[in-house]
């Protein structure tokens, strides 16, 4: 079976991406960011949600309130792009799908971004909305971090941070293509760049130097959680599609947290791009894998 017709809206859009940048060698953080402002494109408006800004911790953020949605419960969501692109507003319709599969409210955060604001500036504003989060009445048990990308891997690193903090754990994570390794060692990085419309080894490159800054390791475990150790950490659900560079991103993650004990399920869309619930709402395959994170979720 191959991949739905809606399904390519995303590939072609990164290939577009991968173009304009190869059209511009010189282009600049500036015009990058643009780029991945487009990235709310794929994800059709979720009907029946509402959106609301608020500052958490002195970090602005975007709410997504699904009609009937339990408010007791909440995503705490970090959206992709490298770290050093992206933001609530282009990520809040995919929030918005994932609250309202799993009947929960979500609130998108704008972390500090590098290259002005390299590690740990974006773990520390994560894990201080998670600490508002509690302080404003919410139990951590319905506390959920989920993030793609690079946003997937801060929806990882701020419950070990947590955790090495001595704070209340969340009652799940959710990371769709987390991006983990910043030392570039996958193999997926070259068996699937030919299938990858976007994410290159040259790429992760510039965006990891740009997010570790000078002082930053690429295996310090909070920065790279493929190093961190999985003991006691919540159920985790791990998304990533068989086309990207990332993939054993994901399949390494699942391997290293159950061999801690952990709880992990690992779902792979055949044939599908980074991130593809971003095409929540357009592509049957992303609303399926929200209908099977659902489940997983309930069926706690």
């Not at 959920?144 to 070990?160: E, P, R």
């Not at 599609?241 to 993939?247: I, K, P, R, V």
């Not at 792979?268 to 592509?283: C, N, S, T």
Request: charged share 20%.
């Amino acid at each position: 079976m191959g991949t739905s017709p809606q399904s390519d809206f995303l590939r072609a859009l990164f290939q577009s991406w991968s173009d304009r940048m190869a059209a511009n060698p010189a282009m600049t953080l500036a015009d990058m960011r643009s780029l991945c402002d487009e990235c709310h494109q794929p994800t059709l408006e979720p009907e029946g949600v509402t959106y609301k800004s608020d500052v958490l911790a002195g970090v602005e953020a975007i709410w997504a309130l699904p009609h009937g949605a339990d408010t007791k419960k909440v995503i705490l969501y970090t959206h992709g792009g490298g770290f050093v692109a992206g933001s609530a507003a282009s990520w809040r319709k995919l929030a918005g799908h994932l609250a309202k599969h799993l009947g929960a409210t979500a609130v998108v955060i704008d972390y500090r971004r590098p290259p002005e604001h390299p590690y740990p500036a974006q773990i520390e504003d994560s894990t201080a909305v998670y600490k508002e989060l509690l302080a404003r009445g919410f139990k951590a048990a319905d506390i959920v971090t989920s993030g793609d990308s690079a946003g997937g891997n801060l929806a990882i690193s701020t419950v070990l941070k947590l955790r090495q903090d001595g704070v209340a754990l969340p009652g799940a994570v959710i990371a769709f293509s987390p991006w983990l390794d910043m030392e570039h060692v996958g193999k997926t990085l070259q068996t699937n760049a030919a299938t990858d419309a976007f994410i290159s080894k040259a790429l992760l490159e510039a965006l990891s130097g740009m997010f570790l800054g000078e002082k930053g390791s690429r295996t310090d475990p909070l920065a790279n959680p493929l190093k961190a150790d999985y003991t006691g950490f919540p159920r985790l659900y791990i998304n990533a599609g068989s086309a990207e560079t990332l993939l054993d991103n994901a399949q390494d993650l699942e391997r290293i947290a159950k061999a801690a004990g952990a709880n992990v399920t690992l779902s792979v869309g055949d044939g599908m791009q980074h991130v593809f619930p971003l095409l929540a709402g357009r592509a049957p395959e992303a609303d399926d894998e929200l209908r099977r994170i659902a489940q997983w979720f309930k069926g706690a």
